[in-house]
């Protein structure tokens, strides 16, 4: 996965070779890392950035186990990955997306309603309630026969 054989990763130390010193975020992985070693019971679920030796920029989510010595000393940390990469950028993705719907929904210069299948109103936008003189709070829950003329109202 990370593209290194056990030979060209063992000895080395983990930053620089499977994790960034930072994120792409920014966040210290140096840092995050230094927590790990130090009070690794803390850490029996993580996700990070992490990096192949392409340099391509990964996401792994890290169930981590400590091994201890005859003594309760921890000697190792078994730490077993599973790549979330694609799953995180569908979810930027989704974000994404989600934000510009609110966007364009928000601002449109048209009235808009969005209603369940039983025409409750679920949300309306700032130029439909200047329209009708409703907020938005008075409009979410009403029915859309207690806005439309009786008369016009399709059976």
């Known amino acids: ?10 000895g080395r130390h983990v930053v620089g070779t499977l994790v960034p010193e930072t994120e792409t975020s920014g966040r210290d992985l ?14 029996d679920q993580n ?9 391509e920029r990964v996401w792994v989510a890290w169930t981590n186990r400590i091994v201890r010595d005859a003594h309760g000393k921890a000697v190792e940390i078994l730490s077993i990955g ?9 979810d930027e993705a989704r974000r994404e997306s989600e934000a510009r719907y609110r966007t364009l929904f928000q601002y ?6 969005i209603a369940d299948a ?16 409703y907020s938005r709070a008075e409009l ?5 026969s207690d806005i439309v003329v009786p008369e016009q109202v399709p059976r």
Request: aromatic fraction near 8%; hydrophobic fraction near 45%.
């Open 1 to 10: 996965f990370f593209g290194y054989s056990a030979e060209e990763v063992v």
């Open 47 to 55: 996700v990070n950035e992490n990096m192949r030796r392409t340099g």
């Open 30 to 43: 140096t840092r995050l890392m230094d927590e790990i070693c130090s009070a690794p019971e803390t850490f």
């Open 82 to 90: 599973t790549d979330i990469t694609e799953k995180r950028r569908a």
């Open 118 to 133: 039983a025409s409750a109103y679920l949300d309306a936008n700032d130029a439909v309630c200047a329209m009708l003189g």
């Open 108 to 113: 449109a210069p048209v009235g808009i309603l």
């Open 140 to 144: 979410i829950g009403m029915h859309a």
